[in-house]
């Protein structure tokens, strides 16, 4: 008598997950709260030059299962939903997530957006290795907050002037997070070792994979804009803000370096 009772336990557990993740049946309700994130992103990256302006938008996405189809149709802001809209954190990134840039230029300023500056780019012929050197400067622009990456398959080592961090890899990217006060430092300047086995420097780039950047990074502002102000007032009742370490706060900026800079 346990085989089907266990069986049927299965099939509902799965109808279950399947009909929430389709968001046929919402999963919160008032009394279960549902976190969500909203940040208002003004995206710079692949942008290197400035030749581009960059775009404008706010994110509304979720870690817990469902869509938020209920959600956006209760803001009513303009919000498209779907998961082609992959947004890159450094840390972190949204596969599934709803975006809107109607009348998202208020609240931030070009000043704003932090800037990724190659100050040389040298080999060393004196030595053995002939070991490539790039020398980076990077500037927050006010950002209290900075998340930087590097391509740790192009580069085997690097040093970070200010603040002395200790170096890590995570999925294939070295991670620096940097969290300053009031008059906290906010240029740093950066060497990138390149690895020997580079993809520029080998020349074994295969034309047909998306080119990683060498450098990407995230500065965060704590700031509402207007637009997100609006988002805000409209969240329905069963959504709280999530909140965590690394989560990106109400206003970010992207911007990245590619490796053929």
């Known amino acids: 008598a346990k085989g089907p009772i266990a069986f049927a336990s299965f099939i509902l557990v799965g109808l279950s997950i399947i009909m929430v993740s389709s968001g046929i049946i919402p999963p919160f309700s008032e009394e279960t709260a549902r976190a969500v994130n909203i940040v208002h992103i003004v995206d710079a990256s692949g942008k290197f030059g ?9 994110a509304l996405y979720s870690a ?8 956006v149709e209760q803001i009513k802001e303009g919000f498209v939903c779907g998961r082609d809209n992959v947004i890159d954190f450094v840390t972190s990134s949204m596969k599934y997530g709803c975006l809107t840039d109607d009348n998202s230029e208020g609240g931030w300023s070009q000043s704003d957006i932090p800037t990724i500056h190659v100050n040389s780019d040298t080999v060393d012929t004196e030595g053995n290795e002939n070991e490539r050197i790039t020398q980076v400067s990077i500037d927050m622009k006010g ?6 990456a590097i391509n740790a398959k192009e580069i085997e080592d690097f040093t970070f002037k200010v ?22 430092a906010s240029k740093f300047e950066i060497a990138l070792y390149w690895a020997k086995n580079s993809t520029r420097a080998a020349g074994n780039s295969n034309g047909k994979e998306k080119q990683q950047p060498l450098v990407k990074l995230r500065t965060d502002f704590d700031r509402l804009t ?18 965590g370490s690394i989560s990106s706060q109400p206003l970010s900026f992207l911007n990245s370096l590619p490796v053929n800079f």
């Open 226 to 243: 207007p637009k997100t102000e609006r988002v805000l007032s409209k969240l329905p009742p069963w959504c709280s803000l999530f909140e």
């Open 50 to 58: 400035g030749k581009q302006e960059p775009s404008s938008y706010i």
């Open 64 to 71: 817990t299962p469902g869509k938020l189809t209920k959600e």
């Open 163 to 184: 603040p002395r961090d200790a170096k890590s890899s995570i999925y294939g990217w070295h991670i620096i997070e940097f969290s300053g006060g009031k008059n906290a």
């Open 143 to 148: 950002a209290k907050r900075l998340t930087l």
